[in-house]
């Protein structure tokens, strides 16, 4: 699977699957896994808890893939994330993230994330852990 098929299906099969599980996760992302988002850094282990958060806040997700363009072992996407939460509210949310696969896993993701939609409370949905 090439780095960018990798990335479109974790997006497929992680995020955007309701029964998604930890064991799922670790199909697509090296235990090695290191993301900054908004500024925030994560390793595996705060992913994880990022995750399990996540669930617990947002029923569903559609990722909207706009760009993505793959050099080598870097996969670049400009993608939007549509989310309802477990409350009914709609967050939008724009993101340009830089992945990083080694071994046929993701190890790294450098991220940006912005609220289309939504309230500012939710600003953190890109690295909440809690």
Not at 62 to 75: A, C, K, L, T, Y
Request: proline share 2%; hydrophobic share 40%.
């Amino acid at each position: 699977m090439s780095p960018k098929e990798l990335v479109l299906n974790a997006f497929r099969n992680v995020l955007e699957n309701p029964n998604a599980t930890l064991c799922d996760l670790e199909k697509y992302f090296s235990v090695e896994y290191k993301q900054s988002v908004d500024g925030k850094a994560l390793d595996y282990s705060a992913f994880t808890e990022h995750f399990i958060a996540l669930t617990k806040a947002v029923r569903s997700f559609n990722v909207d893939v706009r760009d993505i363009m793959s050099e080598g072992n870097r996969v670049f996407t400009h993608h939007v994330v549509h989310m309802i939460k477990n409350n009914g509210d709609e967050v939008v949310m724009k993101v340009l993230a830089l992945f990083d696969v080694e071994d046929g896993k993701i190890i790294a993701c450098d991220e940006l994330t912005h609220i289309l939609k939504g309230n500012s409370e939710d600003h953190d949905l890109g690295s909440r852990t809690r």
